[in-house]
């Protein structure tokens, strides 16, 4: 939010109470605080009638640390998120306060960060502090912008990727992909000099990424209490890892999902005769399929949601689910946490006090998206086990999983939730408790198997994958912002992204259909779905049948490869599909600035081919690089530009790195130039071991296994790049 008239005046009506003058630091209790006044202090009559800025900074995690900075405290507040751990401990001294290597300290008259001793960024004192204005009062913290800094993440956001000079504010909408608004908001940057702030509410954040101070990064809240995290380590990757400590690491989804999905798509007619023939010609045509997924119109027009198979299109649901299964699928369907006024089951919400209501106690509503649409209200435990149970006769019936939509447009407007929740804090935070409700339920029935495949998200979503990029255009530009989003997304921790192939709005053309194809193939997730047509590749060309063919069997051959970094995402929070500059760093300053291109685990480096002629440039960091298709390798760092028929893309193995592939065999692919102790590291990973022969050999043992049998293959590399 903009408070200034340029750099030396702040608009007409807004009066700030600033870090004026720090007049003492306390250190206790494992927190130090500092406290300025808002006008300068000579006398003691300067102490009458001076508001005071307070500011607490508390340890919360090994190199993170928690600020909150208040006008007035007894003001009403949000829960605190995350809470603070009373059993770390930091290093607390008169005016400073450690966590790991991170520390905080008053110096220089203002605050002060700094990690391993370098400093990382200070408080630009007389910016900050409470903000009166026409619209209420605001907290503001401007933190200094070095030299060359870059700024990125902020959700998934499909404007420029380095966020330097945008205003990006926190407030989910169902928004399309060719926005400055998002269905993602995540109010956590990252710094390309390691280290990233969280703020720390699901308010309307509001940041100014050096546009209204140019100098400055600045983060303002509504009220008079401001709370953020800086995290900071040696790597982005520490820094991503360490918002996935306090917020929460991504689900380990099944391995099914990493199959191919094909929809319905949105408007489409179907019944259950389109769905089989849909499943028979992808059998036809040689296409592996592990999802089939419903979208809205399952159930009858007008009646969202009311769980019940559109009879005349599905007349016995039960077996064809059951025919389905039989031929290996699982079944996703569509669902939304609206109820139509026309649904059966809005007058057994509404009487029961399950939806969300206004303040003369009736029921919240409105035409959009259905008629007369209520919302369910989730902060009520009741309408929770109501909703609940509804999923739970669907998934006994033979659904598998969810794709959750919407619940981005919560009002905040003359409505009371249940629980008595701030309007404008409940807006971002609806779409947690929603899919928290579902994948809950998914986990209780399905367990290690559950996953929902959602679009609406804000702080600790990435715990419930899978996260898909929404409504996209048939377009190249919009499959480039598309992966924009997934980009910026990523430095958030959302470890498995999906998006619709092809575009979800209008009908895509031939050739961009099979770019699309080659793109979503070679994500964590990949879906075929459309709004009023099909995205069934035979719609498209003969070719599209076998393109889609190659790419869906390239992408089950890299599933062991997969697998081994969805594992890590897990466990780590680093996500599978990453920018260069996660996976780099900004040393290379070439990186910081790629977004058509990224990392699919650490060491496979994939371009999507965005033009119609087939040509892609395309940048290879330092090292020796080979291309897993043709077998061509280069020296990086490098830019190259060549053209690529639609069964081809830049896709390049990293110096260093072993790749085990599955096809009609075990097979792992070299790009080796690695010690013997990393290849016993690798090796031990993947149930062998390895054995240093001489300087030119190594020899490797790779251990597969189908769940009934192990066979063992022994392999001999030469020092180079190997393709086996």
């Not at 001793?117 to 503001?140: H, I, K, Q, V, Y």
Request: with cysteine; charged share 25%.
């Amino acid at each position: 939010m903009r408070f200034r008239n340029g750099f030396w005046h702040l608009d007409d009506n807004v009066t700030l109470y600033s870090h004026k003058e720090y007049f003492e630091t306390e250190a206790r209790d494992n927190k130090l605080s500092l406290y300025a006044a808002s006008y300068p202090i000579s006398c003691r009559n300067d102490t009458l009638n001076n508001p005071v800025i307070t500011t607490e900074i508390y340890p919360i995690a090994e190199n993170i640390l928690r600020i909150d900075v208040y006008h007035h405290k007894g003001s009403v507040e949000e829960k605190p998120f995350p809470a603070i751990p009373s059993s770390f401990r930091g290093i607390v001294g008169d005016d400073s306060i450690v966590s790991g290597n991170l520390k905080a300290e008053y110096a220089d008259g203002t605050l002060v960060f700094s990690y391993k001793g370098s400093r990382l960024t200070s408080r630009f004192s007389r910016l900050s502090g409470c903000m009166t204005t026409p619209e209420g009062r605001f907290m503001a913290e401007n933190l200094n912008t070095d030299i060359g800094e870059n700024y990125y993440g902020l959700g998934e956001r499909f404007t420029s990727f380095v966020k330097n000079g945008q205003k990006v504010e926190m407030w989910n909408l169902d928004s399309g992909c060719a926005s400055e608004m998002s269905h993602k908001n995540v109010p956590f940057f990252i710094s390309s000099k390691n280290y990233g702030i969280l703020v720390l509410s699901y308010s309307k954040v509001s940041f100014e990424m050096g546009s209204e101070v140019t100098e400055c990064v600045q983060f303002s809240v509504p009220g008079e209490k401001l709370s953020y995290c800086i995290i900071a380590g040696d790597t982005l990757k520490d820094v991503v890892s360490g918002y996935t400590e306090i917020t929460g690491r991504p689900a380990l989804p099944p391995k099914w999902s990493f199959g191919l999905w094909l929809s319905t798509s949105f408007t489409t007619d179907y019944s259950e005769k389109t769905v089989l023939t849909f499943v028979d010609m992808m059998a036809k045509e040689n296409i592996p399929l592990s999802v089939m997924h419903f979208d809205c119109f399952w159930m009858k027009g007008f009646q969202w949601v009311d769980f019940t198979w559109d009879p005349e299109m599905f007349p016995d649901p039960v077996a064809m689910l059951r025919k389905l299964h039989d031929r290996g699928l699982h079944v996703s369907i569509w669902i939304n946490p609206y109820v139509a006024q026309k649904s059966p089951l809005f007058d057994e919400g509404a009487s029961r006090g399950y939806f969300l209501r206004k303040k003369d106690g009736n029921v919240w509503q409105c035409d959009v998206w259905q008629a007369g649409m209520a919302i369910v209200d989730f902060t009520n435990p009741e309408a929770v086990r109501w909703y609940q149970d509804k999923l739970r006769k669907l998934v006994a019936m033979g659904v598998d999983c969810f794709k959750t939509d919407f619940g981005e447009n919560t009002p905040i407007d003359d409505v009371v939730w249940y629980d008595g929740s701030d309007p404008a804090l409940m807006h971002n935070r609806y779409t947690y408790i929603y899919n928290d409700a579902v994948y809950s339920l998914l986990k209780e029935m399905k367990g290690d198997d559950a996953i929902v495949f959602t679009r609406s998200a804000t702080i600790g979503s990435q715990t419930m994958p899978v996260h898909w990029a929404g409504d996209n255009v048939a377009t190249y530009s919009s499959m480039a912002s598309t992966l924009r989003g997934g980009l910026s997304l990523a430095f958030s921790g959302f470890g498995f992204w999906s998006h619709d192939i092809g575009g979800f709005e209008d009908t895509t053309s031939p050739d961009l259909f099979k770019r699309w194809v080659a793109f979503g193939l070679l994500s964590s997730h990949s879906r075929l779905h459309g709004s009023s047509s099909y995205r069934v590749p035979w719609a498209f060309d003969e070719e599209a049948c076998r393109v889609t063919e190659f790419f869906t069997n390239l992408k089950k051959s890299l599933m062991p490869y997969l697998w081994k970094y969805a594992e890590e995402s897990h466990s780590t929070g680093i996500p599978i599909l990453r920018p260069l500059l996660l996976e780099f760093g900004a040393d290379d300053e070439m990186i910081r600035y790629i977004d058509k291109e990224y990392m699919l685990g650490p060491s496979l480096l994939v371009a999507p081919v965005m033009k119609e002629d087939g040509e892609c440039r395309f940048y290879l960091p330092e090292g020796r690089w080979i291309s897993i298709l043709d077998g061509s390798s280069a020296e990086g760092p490098c830019w190259i530009r060549k053209n690529y028929d639609f069964f081809s893309l830049p896709l390049y193995a990293r110096e260093n790195s072993i790749i085990p592939m599955e096809k009609d065999e075990k097979h792992i692919l070299y790009a080796y130039n690695a010690s013997e102790a990393e290849l016993k590291d690798i090796a031990e990973i993947r149930n062998g071991g390895c054995t240093l022969l001489d300087d030119s050999y190594t020899e490797l043992v790779f251990t597969a296994s189908d769940g009934n049998s192990s066979s063992s293959k022994t392999i001999q590399i030469r020092k180079g790049i190997n393709i086996l």
